[in-house]
Structures are given as C-alpha cells and as structure tokens.
C-alpha cells in the first residue's frame, strides 16, 4: 500500500487525514467484497397471503428480504427447520443464506402459504 508516500512532510496534516480516511474506506469495502463477492438482496413480497415467485438465480451469501404488505403477520420458516424468520404485519425481515440446495418453507400461522427457495453455491 502507498499510505507511506503520504506520510511526508510535504503533505499537510487535513490532507493527510482525508488519504487516511480513503484508505480506511478502501479497506472495508476490499474487505465486504472479498468475504461475499457478488452478494445480493432479493426481495420477496408477500402479499394477501402469498409469497412471490424468485426469478433470479440465489446463490449462499445473498440475502432474502421478505417484505410483508398483509396487515397480519407471516413466517417463513424452513420445512427442515434451517431457519424460521418472522415477518410482522407491514414490515421487513432477512435472512442471508449460508447453504445450497433446495429449500422449501411455509408460513407457521397459514401452513398453506408455502415458498421455495433454490440456492445456488457461492458464486
Ligand atoms: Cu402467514
């Protein structure tokens, strides 16, 4: 790294805090992306009973947003008992998906509100 460069005399103190800062901030983010590299949310809305469908490709890492807009509250909870995420009337709750397969879950208030979700490995 050239954080060393910076640390001259030449280079006034507020300048020197400010390549601070952007090396800081470079830092983090390399390190976010490195650990999850194109990790994403995807949005699933439930809506008068009903999870929508996913239309993209999940892969472990991303997060699933679950978007409740019934006035009552909903779960999505693993079949297998992975997780179990509760979704409050109007609200929002995630879930970041830390394994492949083929996961079907349920709603534990309306066992007919059912959902499935196909993880793909970490890209
Ligand atoms: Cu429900």
New binding site residues.
Partial sequence: MNVRKYSTQYVGRTELRSALRVFIFAMACHGASAATPAAKVVEITIDK?TFSEVKVTLNVGDTIEWVNKDV????ATAKNKDWDVVIPAGKKARLVLKKAGTFDYF?R??PN?VGKLVIAPAK
Wanted: charged share 10%.
């Fill in positions: 009973v009552v509250d909903h779960t709603c208030y309306h509100m």
